[in-house]
């Protein structure tokens, strides 16, 4: 396994800047989340960008998924929209345009994987058939320009999203089921839905993993915490991903520590680390 970081907790640095100090820490891996600024996927800088980018990770030893959940980079008004789950079909189609950018990014920089989410149903006259049917139709879309590009796909489960913990993540693999629809897993989040223990949700789901989120929280509470100032026990986390045979990125999700960026990484990478050695 590798430690990683999210490049959403860099949000006030150059993300070429924030790299070189995830690597001076000692990160191996970055979960790098495109977003305004010099990784916009609809700049027309952005090719250029990326072939740097995919140099200074070579150079730094670093290896990447690329993250998917910018907040306001396609509708400056409304968080995370439009989603595959949006009633427009040209808005559900901008979606998809974006996903298949970071597919293309993720070819380029040779990354694990591209991570994704359903979105939120905010329609309540729409059944939970019909919110599953216009997701896998558009995951169906996604799913094949991956596969072209050889990509692979890390579906993340949300709290508050329309596909939201693992039994709803089972659910959509009822309807949609590919070998690239992998999962991303935040073990935060399962703490906080009550989704215990988590070394079983590990231990069952592992073969499926390509990508994993972790950060400190509360039973109940969805709010990403430092290391120590939530409820959760790691050591027995860190030891059934290692049980698993994952070896990708464990990156660390602190977008809301933004603000004291290095301090945070460098106290998470301390926080973490040790237990990555035994």
């Known amino acids: 396994m590798l430690l990683g970081y999210n490049t959403n907790g860099f949000a006030h640095h150059d993300p070429f800047e924030a790299l070189e100090v995830l690597a001076e820490i000692g990160y191996r891996s970055v979960a790098i989340t495109l977003d305004h600024g010099r990784l916009n996927p609809f700049d027309d800088r952005f090719p250029a960008e990326l072939t740097k980018l995919r140099d200074q990770l070579r150079r730094l030893g670093l290896k990447s998924v690329i993250e998917t959940g910018a907040r306001y980079l396609l509708d400056p008004r409304q968080k995370h929209e439009p989603t595959l789950l949006t009633s427009d079909p040209a808005a559900r189609e901008r979606r998809i345009d974006f996903l298949c950018r970071a597919i293309d990014a993720a070819a380029v920089l040779e990354s694990d994987a591209v991570s994704l989410w359903s979105g939120v149903q905010r329609e309540e006259s729409v059944s939970a058939e019909e919110s599953l049917e216009r997701l896998s139709d558009g995951l169906r879309v996604v799913l094949r320009y991956a596969t072209e590009q050889g990509v692979q796909l890390g ?13 709803s993540f089972e659910r959509l693999l009822q309807w949609i089921d590919a070998p690239n629809l992998l999962l991303t897993l935040d073990v935060g989040h399962l703490y906080c839905q009550g989704e215990v223990p988590i070394a079983d949700v590990i231990a069952r789901w592992g073969s499926r993993l390509v990508n994993v989120h972790v950060e400190d929280m509360r039973a109940g509470i969805h709010e990403h915490l430092m290391f120590g100032e ?35 990484a460098r106290q998470a990478y301390a926080f973490l680390r040790p237990m990555f050695e035994r």
């Open 155 to 167: 579906f993340e489960p949300e709290p508050g999203m329309f596909i939201d913990t693992m039994l």
């Open 230 to 264: 939530g409820e959760m026990d790691f050591p027995p986390i860190i030891g059934a991903l290692a049980r698993s045979g994952y070896r990708g990125g464990v990156h660390v999700e602190l977008s809301r520590h933004s603000h004291l960026a290095p301090q945070a």
